[in-house]
């Protein structure tokens, strides 16, 4: 029994065509005429592309935080609400607890992921304690399908590794032809303004923004690519966000280093305007590195246009405002960071990139899809073509709607992009053949979603 989807545009990101699409099974079979037989269901794309699922290669999806407890939404809620806005397969930021094995952490992701996804997934495996043992587990880390490791330059004490380490880190997975992702921020000054804000009585979430200043995201891309020159590894620096981080990418690239990076939606769409929100308005905005002034969102178009910016990410990241962002109600160091955006990426984009003219369709699926499947190695994914999976979304440009936390499907409290209008929505979600969302209402059952093991 075959599934034909009808009358739609085919977008890749080497192009598109009207054709009709087969499906047998969990992949695509045929594109073209006349694939349809009697008996075959069909699913109606008039007036819609046929595009490859959303990848989302860097999301925060139950992250654990502290006692027990993690962040708003679970494995069903959130990949429901990814499905929901055209997003198939998402890449989540494994945490290694400090004193713990990496292997006790995959295990764990692994275990509450395949209880609740909808979508696929897979993992990059964030390294913070970098004892010789731990070291010693990357491969089998690697080989067990998460080729990717993650550190960080910045949350001192919790998370932040120093040089020395980001340089074993990023050796040990070059040594494995595993890429090393990067969050690249100078977390030593960034405590140190912090300490200096609350020291004179500066508590209000808005103060958040320029305690973490572009320079200092700046200065710490910079130091990645030299570190990881010293060290021949590959990089990725996940959430670019400023012309300083932008020049050290772009160089590095001229220099034909191994080098890719990501934006993130809410640093295209949103400003630091946000931080002048008083009192404790400005917490849904408290994320990091932060929204930055209009200059540099005009510099991240910029480097998405000239290839220095891969792709667009989201670093998906809900907490509620109600007894999570409210704990710093009055102290925004203690307001936990993060944003939600898994859903909303797709109509974003299509809004602010298509819609405009500033982008093709083409250049769309790339900077949504095909670079990430590219880029992390997922195999069958990232374009629509005989013997991928069908991870398919048709796509409805001519819907007109707001965003709102009210009919947003992720499991949280608030929406950072209320009242936004947007341009699309996706009529039909496939995840390997089945469909998982409907006029952008998620009708999957949890658990669906498979590891997506990658070599
Ligand atoms: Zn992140």
Same mark, same amino acid.
């Given at each position: ?6 009358? $739609?545009?085919? /977008? ?12 047998? #099974? ?36 139950? %992250?654990?935080? $502290? ?70 587990? %990357? ?11 993650? *550190? ?7 998370? %932040? ?8 880190? %990023? ?21 140190? *303004? ?12 808005? /103060? ?32 670019? =966000? ?38 404790? $308005? ?21 480097? *998405? ?123 039909? =979600? ?18 669906? #979603? ?6």
């Amino acid at each position: 029994l075959a599934l034909i989807i009808r009358n $739609g545009t085919v /977008v890749n990101a080497f192009g598109r065509c009207r054709a009709d699409v087969r499906v047998e #099974g969990e992949r695509v079979t045929a594109i073209g005429e006349g694939t349809g037989q009697p008996g075959d269901e069909e699913l109606d794309a008039s007036g819609c592309h046929v595009l490859p699922g959303g990848i989302d290669p860097h999301t925060h999806i139950e %992250m654990p935080a $502290g006692e027990g407890g993690c962040n708003a939404g679970t494995w069903y809620s959130e990949t429901a609400a990814a499905v929901a806005g055209g997003t198939t397969c998402v890449l989540d930021m494994i945490t290694q607890e400090r004193g713990a094995t990496l292997t006790a952490a995959l295990r764990d992701w692994q275990r509450r992921a395949q209880a609740g996804a909808v979508c696929d997934f897979g993992f990059h495996m964030g390294v913070t304690d970098p004892l010789p043992e731990v070291l010693a587990e %990357m491969e089998a880390v690697a080989a067990a399908g998460v080729p990717s490791f993650k *550190l960080y330059l910045a949350y001192r004490d919790r998370l %932040m590794v120093a040089d020395g380490a980001a340089f074993r880190i %990023m050796r040990a997975a070059g040594a494995l032809g595993a890429l090393t992702l990067v969050h690249a921020e100078n977390g030593d000054l960034i405590e140190t *303004l912090v300490a200096e804000a609350r020291a004179a009585g500066r508590l209000a979430a808005g /103060v958040h923004g320029e305690t973490r200043p572009a320079l200092a995201e700046g200065e710490a891309t910079h130091r990645a690519m030299q570190l990881a020159q010293l060290a021949a590894a590959p990089i990725y620096i996940v959430h670019v =966000t400023c012309r300083e981080a932008l020049a050290a990418v772009r160089a590095a690239r001229q220099a034909g280093r191994p080098v890719w990076a990501e934006a993130c939606a809410h640093h295209l769409l949103l400003t630091d305007a946000e931080y002048r929100r008083p009192g404790f $308005g400005a917490a849904p905005y408290v994320l990091s590195p932060p929204l930055r002034d209009p200059e540099d969102v005009a510099a991240l178009w910029g480097g *998405l246009e000239d290839g220095a910016l891969d792709l667009v990410a989201t670093d998906h990241c809900p907490w509620h405002l109600a007894g999570q962002k409210e704990r710093g109600r009055h102290d925004f160091a203690a307001i936990p960071n993060g944003a939600p955006g898994v859903e909303e990426r797709l109509a974003l984009l299509w809004t602010h990139g298509v819609e405009t003219g500033r982008w093709t369709p083409e250049q769309f699926v790339a900077r949504t899809s095909a670079n990430a499947a590219r880029i992390f190695r997922l195999e069958g994914k990232g374009a629509v073509l005989p013997g991928c999976d069908a991870d398919l979304v048709v796509w409805d440009p001519a819907v007109r709607r707001s965003l709102s936390a009210a009919t947003h499907h992720s499991a949280v409290d608030h929406s950072i992009y209320e009242g936004m209008p947007v341009a699309g929505r996706a009529r039909f =979600t496939l995840v390997r053949g089945r469909v998982v969302a409907t006029e952008g209402k998620p009708v999957a059952e949890a658990g669906w #979603g498979r590891f997506a093991r990658r070599h």
